[in-house]
């Protein structure tokens, strides 16, 4: 956690736009532990800058980490190249204003961050900025070293490839709880036909457990499997409780094995039917769901 000291000339800035250069990190990123670093390595730069010369603040505070989130961005990406099974962003439990702001709850959903996974660093730079944050074509060149013409072609080609991959319409917040308690239901009473139903026939199910706790290391397709899959592995445990709570904006359930987390398990809905189910398991991932972290978009 970045603590800048209080009589630092730097440090009303910083920290007037910390929880939004942390959303930026985490959403390039996927993962909080990192985008605590990018804002220790903003704030190193940060306090090093002649603040007389700045035009405006939280445009340069934004450049900085934008830059740093990069070239950790390729780091995490030779990472996941060696890492153990399947690797999904890191769940945050988010405050109540996250969920109201539609907008800032897809942007950070489990399912979006999946797909935003896709794109090439400096795509994915490009589309968060200007497409969750709506920062202008000449901020977000300055913050990523290209041409404002060249940042529209690939905010352009980002769009297009983005809306060919995220959920295909927009579902609120009871809708997924419905479908989320509906599921809790099924999978607590072992009733196989009725979570079986709220399986989209194509569903794909995800786990990490980061070679430290058992998951899955393949995904999982199709109703059948799944939810097979889900009532035997459930049956195998005991003292296990689910527990209804927010991740990253919208509804997810935690698992608890013996009063500790062990699970946090969201899900991806389309046409009404839930199409993904992304289960992290590994510890490292879990430290955040002990406190709620602000995200925002704007200042």
């Known amino acids: 956690m970045v603590t800048p000291p209080e009589d630092h000339p730097a440090t009303e800035a910083f920290l007037a736009h910390r929880n939004l250069l942390f959303t930026v990190a985490y959403e390039m990123l996927g ?6 670093d990018v804002l220790q390595e903003t704030w190193l730069r940060w306090v090093g800058v002649d603040l007389a010369a700045v035009r405006d603040q939280r445009a340069y505070l934004v450049q900085i980490a934008t830059r740093q989130a990069l070239g950790r961005l390729r780091t995490l990406g030779r990472r996941k190249e060696s890492y153990v ?24 959903s489990m399912a979006m961050l999946l797909v935003l996974e896709t794109l090439a660093p400096t795509e994915r730079a490009v589309f968060v900025l200007r497409e969750v944050f709506d920062l202008g074509y000449d901020e977000i060149a300055e ?10 072609q690939i905010a352009h080609r980002a769009r297009v490839h983005v809306s060919e991959r995220r959920p295909r319409g927009a579902v609120s917040a009871a809708q997924t709880r419905d479908a989320l308690a509906a599921f809790q239901r099924a999978t607590e009473t072992g009733d196989l036909q009725s979570l079986f139903d709220l399986l989209a ?13 058992q998951a899955v290391l393949r995904p999982i397709v199709g109703a059948e499997r799944v939810s097979r899959m889900l009532s035997a592995g459930l049956r195998r445990l005991t003292a296990v409780t689910l527990q209804p709570t927010e991740v990253n904006g919208h509804p997810a359930l935690v698992l608890r094995f013996d009063g500790e987390i062990d699970t946090v398990l969201a899900l991806r809905i389309d046409d009404g039917l839930i199409s993904g189910l992304y289960a992290v ?19």
Do not use: C, I, M
């Open 31 to 36: 993962s909080a532990v990192d985008a605590e």
């Open 85 to 108: 099974g399947t690797w999904l962003p890191e769940p945050l439990l988010t405050t109540p204003d996250v969920a109201d702001d539609v907008e800032l709850a897809d942007s950070v």
């Open 143 to 152: 913050a990523v070293g290209k041409t404002p013409a060249a940042v529209r």
């Open 201 to 213: 026939p194509d569903v794909v199910f995800l786990g990490d457990g980061g070679g430290v706790k």
């Open 281 to 299: 398991r590994n510890p490292a991932k879990l430290s955040h769901l002990t406190r709620e972290t602000p995200l925002q978009r704007t200042t």
